[in-house]
């Protein structure tokens, strides 16, 4: 499990400054890197790497691994559904990770495709809300040729009308086999009646109406391309078997000509929700019935404990080793599926749990248990050994995904789009690491309130039964914090091969309970 789960969204706000290219900046920079190991040994990214900031503005990090031959080069570029801020044109930071395949002039799509095929390159991109990656894994005697060609690309792209065109259509189609996801109908849904101003109103595929007018669109493709395709948005992260120096000084043959740009999107910000929203999205032949809840996060602030005490609750609470599955899923088999999916993100973004029922009355009882966790993680203090205990599994796990340089380098490049640093990974560990139980419950009380949150139903049925008005999380929690506790009973000792059983009652009160 990597950390993303523990903190989908957190981050740091550790700048870095820019390095000049010269051999006394870069050895600043090593010093910097020395210092910090230095400083906490407690670092879960503990690898020795090389961070330098071209003239243009383009990050650059080299780490070298023991893993012999293999390259993984990630160019993680800082635009995603998030920037497209203008009406009419959702859709454009996924679709040019499909134009970024058309090649240039100097590298045309099938020379560009024959030369990575025949050098054994695996070359794949994805789009998020906030960035998109292109990824490429070869041998190490390939990297001044797939540096070279990579730089060609994103500084001459080149393709022609019809190949626009084609692609578009081609976008539409995928548009069209993922929406058939009820996943991703209930996303789509989800954010679209969550979010008023922000551009997480659109997915990352666009809203359908735009996509169907891309075709159209090719002179605003290119001032799209233009605004973002450039290097203060871009960073390369270069991982495996290969000198650093040496790689740094291809990465500035081939790419330090690249100019800077200038263009910053205004993005707007999310008015605070003022009450609870729900939809119910009917679908023709849909097998069962969805819910999906979901409230509003946290941003991308590291400095605070909120986004990672978020995702703690979503694993103490909601994960399949959670009392609320153990019930749902396990024990009274009401639901056949529950999962969450807290994505990362720069802005305040939402937090989901997804349920499938095959009973339509059971969706009501689905959405009262899950309030009912909800109303728990409100008033009750999480057990700290379980705390801990989640917190070191997940920090466990995280270092032991980093088993290879394609691992290592797809991680980087999930965090380095952020704030372009690396040791925004460590600073998150450390944020995690001070959360405690008072603050799981205090975090809990601040983002799981009524306004804060969202539903969706989706089924072949025209409306879901017991939706016809909202249920009060806030009430809930008012009538837990006015009942007694509940007795707690503990097996103290199962090692005594004795028939008999010795049960003790404890009841906290005595003589100082009595009156006056």
Avoid at 256 to 273: F, M, N
Wanted: aromatic fraction near 10%.
């Amino acid at each position: 499990m990597k950390f993303r789960l523990l903190a989908t969204a957190v981050a740091v706000t550790l700048a870095l400054g820019g390095c000049a290219s010269n051999s006394q900046s870069t050895m600043v920079k090593e010093v910097e890197i020395e210092q910090r190991v230095s400083q906490d040994d407690n670092r879960v990214f503990s690898q020795d790497y090389l961070l330098e900031e071209l003239e243009n503005g383009l990050r650059v990090m080299v780490v070298k691994t023991d893993y012999p031959d293999v390259v993984s080069l990630q160019i993680p570029v800082s635009v995603g559904s998030r920037n497209e801020v203008e009406a009419g044109k959702t859709g454009f930071a996924h679709f040019f990770e499909h134009m970024m395949f058309k090649g240039s002039e100097k590298f045309p799509q099938d020379v560009y495709s024959d030369i990575l095929k025949n050098s054994g390159v695996d070359n794949r991109a994805y789009t998020t809300n906030d960035y998109t990656n292109y990824h490429l894994n070869f041998s190490k005697e390939h990297l001044d040729k797939v540096l070279e060609i990579e730089a060609d690309i994103f500084q001459n792209l080149t393709y022609s009308e019809e190949q626009f065109r084609t692609e578009a259509l081609t976008v539409k189609g995928e548009y069209l086999k993922n929406n058939a996801s009820p996943i991703r109908k209930l996303l789509s849904a989800v954010r679209n009646e969550a979010f008023e101003k922000h551009t997480d109103k659109h997915t990352t595929m666009g809203f359908f109406e735009d996509i169907e007018a891309m075709p159209d669109q090719m002179a605003y493709g290119k001032e799209f391309f233009d605004k973002f395709y450039k290097p203060e948005y871009v960073s390369l992260v270069i991982v495996g078997d290969v000198d650093p120096q040496a790689t740094m000084a291809m990465v500035k043959k081939h790419w330090g000509g690249w100019k800077k740009g200038d263009y910053v999107a205004d993005i707007k910000a999310e008015p605070k929700q003022q009450a609870p929203k729900y939809v119910h999205e009917k679908n023709e032949g849909l097998p069962g019935h969805w819910l999906l809840v979901s409230y509003k996060g946290a941003a991308w602030e590291p400095a605070k404990k909120d986004r990672a005490a978020l995702d703690l609750i979503s694993q103490l609470y909601f994960s399949n080793n959670s009392d609320l599955y153990q019930e749902l899923v396990v024990d009274k088999q009401i639901a056949s599926q529950m999962f969450t999916y807290n994505p990362e993100t720069k802005d305040p973004g939402l937090l989901h749990v997804f349920v499938k029922v095959e009973n339509e009355d059971d969706l009501a009882k689905a959405r009262d248990a899950i309030n009912r966790t909800y109303a728990k993680a409100r008033t009750e203090l999480v057990d700290e050994q379980k705390l801990s205990d989640l917190k070191s599994n997940l920090k466990y796990s995280f270092i032991n995904g980093l088993d290879s340089s394609q691992a290592i380098a797809s991680t980087l490049a999930s965090y380095m789009h952020f704030e372009r640093d690396p040791e925004v990974i460590n600073q998150l560990y450390k944020s995690a690491d001070n959360i405690t139980a008072q603050d799981i419950k205090a975090v809990a009380n601040k983002y799981f309130v009524d306004d804060a949150r969202t539903t969706v139903t989706m089924s072949a049925l025209d409306k879901a039964p017991g939706f016809e008005q909202e249920t009060s999380l806030n009430a809930l929690v008012a009538k837990r914090d006015k009942a007694p506790e509940a007795p707690v009973f503990k097996v103290l000792d199962k090692t005594n091969s004795s028939p008999l059983i010795d049960v003790n009652f404890l009841f906290n009160t005595g003589a100082a309970a009595d009156p006056q």
